[in-house]
């Protein structure tokens, strides 16, 4: 069994401590959490906060997680998503000293610039995840890549 990439999209109450308790799951199971995005800002009921999560396991410990989940109190449904999955869509923010390395060849990648100084370029980037990290990956091999952030979105 090998760790696979996966995105668990929670819906959940806008309360206090839903972050820290999804948070509690994976870490008390020895997961780390490669990227966290929360929205809860103009809910209009109290279920429609959203937490999405991205993480690497095996399948089974996946299964574990999303059964913890589950449980808890404040969270009212779980999608589960493998990070390659096709309805799901990346975004990043790159701060990079050049885009002479990037070439686009996949259609489905985005970016435009957001600001540009003498020494840097803060590029966002939009796509499908293959694609954010490919170009993310490409901007690090040929050393231009500053920092970075990003998530996984469900469409």
Same mark, same amino acid.
């Given at each position: ?102 070439? @686009? ?38 050393? @231009? ?11």
């Amino acid at each position: 069994m090998h760790e696979q990439r996966w995105v668990f999209v929670v819906q959940a109450l806008d309360k206090p401590g839903v972050l820290t308790a999804a948070a509690s799951v994976f870490s008390n199971r020895g997961v780390s959490l490669e990227g966290i995005l929360g929205s809860g800002i103009a809910a209009t009921t109290a279920e429609d906060a959203r937490l999405i999560l991205s993480f690497r396991a095996v399948e089974r410990k996946k299964d574990l997680l999303l059964r913890a989940l589950q449980r808890l109190a404040k969270v009212v449904h779980v999608d589960v998503y493998l990070y390659t999955d096709p309805r799901l869509r990346a975004i990043a923010i790159a701060r990079v000293s050049s885009l002479d390395a990037l070439t @686009v060849a996949d259609t489905t990648l985005r970016h435009e610039m957001i600001s540009q100084t003498p020494d840097e370029l803060t590029v966002l980037f939009t796509g499908s995840t293959t694609a954010i990290e490919t170009v993310i990956e490409t901007l690090r091999q040929h050393g @231009v890549l500053l920092d970075v952030v990003g998530s996984a979105i469900a469409v």
